[in-house]
């Protein structure tokens, strides 16, 4: 190891909703590992879900943060896919690469995955809300110069929202609805453009959300309280609905609009998670064959990512809402636990003030 630094700065939830600024020891970088310094790291909802204790994977103490990019500081011996100096980012998901599911590329699926900056009681993996972390060398992608920091530790969520969509098999020329523009629906509207999509219409309860979904390449943003959204994609479809409705909300009335809008023998596709349990029209489900197609994190997405960001096919600018120091991450979790409107992705940045390179 050639790094001379010891000890670090890191954000840790000390006690739910409660956050200390402590200096812990550099993490230890095995020789199939790489010390990354941190330059960027994302709020992620999961994060602020876990702040207050409501998710159960957050157990404190724990350092956070799992949307992160930064610059390769040491190697382990065996590392030979990146550097001293090199620019990366990395996937959160660890994951054993022996599994059955692992061999068949499904490592989001891993009998043993984990998620770096979780604590959930089976295990607990030092996020990157800190200066430094260490990480496998096999989730660890190179970036190219055009990505800045803040658009990488965007990578996860344009993850999440490209593997929604190739699970949803949809074919160039499809319809497709979106409901929630929340930061993955806005992402998944991209993808689903990317993906050939002749039309995306969005749905949310947001107007502000429905302008930047609009701006975004939105066909027709629906909102709400002002319409019946069902009775709306009826008409737009000629009453046959949508061939694919992504929800990325994640409650009982929008996973039945979502069912009520689609084509008979089309495919819901569920992202939104927030309540844990939902009720399914069992009926309409059956007897129009709809397909519902659950979709968690990614699966070897994060190079398809960094290339559509990068070519300005998915734009992620508009979802960062700011960039603050690590000190101020207390702070920026109270207002986003709050739901201060128009908030979406805050990016923390541990550097000192000077090294933003
Ligand atoms: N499956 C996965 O891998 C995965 C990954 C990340 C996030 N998620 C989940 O996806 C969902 C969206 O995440 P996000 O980060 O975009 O959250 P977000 O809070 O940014 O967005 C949610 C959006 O839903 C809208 N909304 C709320 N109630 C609505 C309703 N009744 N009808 C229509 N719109 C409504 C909100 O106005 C907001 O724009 C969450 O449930 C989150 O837990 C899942
Ligand atoms: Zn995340
Ligand atoms: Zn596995």
Redesign the pocket.
């Known amino acids: 190891m050639r790094y001379a630094i010891l000890s670090m700065n890191a954000l840790i939830l000390s006690e739910y909703k409660r956050f200390t600024i402590e200096d812990l020891p550099v993490p230890q970088c095995g020789p199939s590992d790489v010390l990354v310094q941190v330059a960027a790291c994302g709020i992620?909802?999961?994060d602020v879900?876990g702040y207050d204790g409501s998710s159960g994977r957050r157990i404190p103490p724990i350092v956070m943060g799992h949307e992160a990019a930064g610059i390769v500081t040491a190697v382990g011996s065996e590392v030979r896919s990146v550097a001293i100096g090199d620019r990366v980012t990395f996937d959160s998901t660890v994951y054993c690469a022996k599994c059955e599911f692992c061999l068949r590329g499904e490592v989001n699926l891993c009998e043993d995955r984990q998620v770096v900056g979780v604590s959930c009681g089976e295990y607990r993996r030092a996020g990157a809300f800190a200066e430094y972390i260490a990480v496998p060398e096999y989730i660890v992608y190179r970036l190219p110069p055009t990505l800045t920091f803040a658009d990488a530790a965007m990578l996860e969520?344009v993850s999440?929202a490209l593997?929604?969509v190739k699970l949803s098999h949809i074919e160039a020329g499809e319809t497709a609805l979106v409901?929630?523009?929340?930061?993955?629906?806005?992402l998944v509207l991209q993808a689903a453009r990317v993906a050939g999509c002749s039309r995306v219409y969005v749905?949310?309860?947001?107007a502000t959300?429905l302008k930047m979904a609009a701006t975004l390449g939105a066909d027709e943003t629906l909102l709400?309280s002002d319409c019946d959204v069902v009775r709306e994609i009826h008409r737009l479809t000629n009453g046959r609905g949508v061939d694919v409705v992504v929800e990325?909300?994640?409650?009982n009335?929008?996973v039945a609009?979502a069912i009520d809008c689609v084509r008979n023998g089309g495919t819901v596709t569920l992202?939104?998670?927030?309540a844990s349990d939902v009720s399914i029209p069992l009926q309409k489900v059956v007897t129009r064959q709809i397909r519902l197609q659950?979709?968690?994190?990614?699966a070897g997405e994060y190079p398809q990512a960094m290339e559509l960001v990068s070519s300005g096919k998915i734009k992620v600018a508009p979802m960062i809402s700011a960039i603050a120091p690590l000190r101020d991450g207390p702070r920026w979790f109270e207002r986003l636990y709050a739901r201060e409107p128009n908030l979406?992705k805050v990016i923390l940045d541990p550097r000192e003030p000077g090294q933003s390179a």
């Open positions: 992620c909802g999961s879900h969520a999440v593997h929604a409901i929630g523009t929340g930061m993955i629906g806005l749905a949310d309860v947001d959300r709400v990325a909300v994640g409650r009335e929008t609009t992202v939104g998670n927030i659950g979709s968690c994190a990614s979406m």
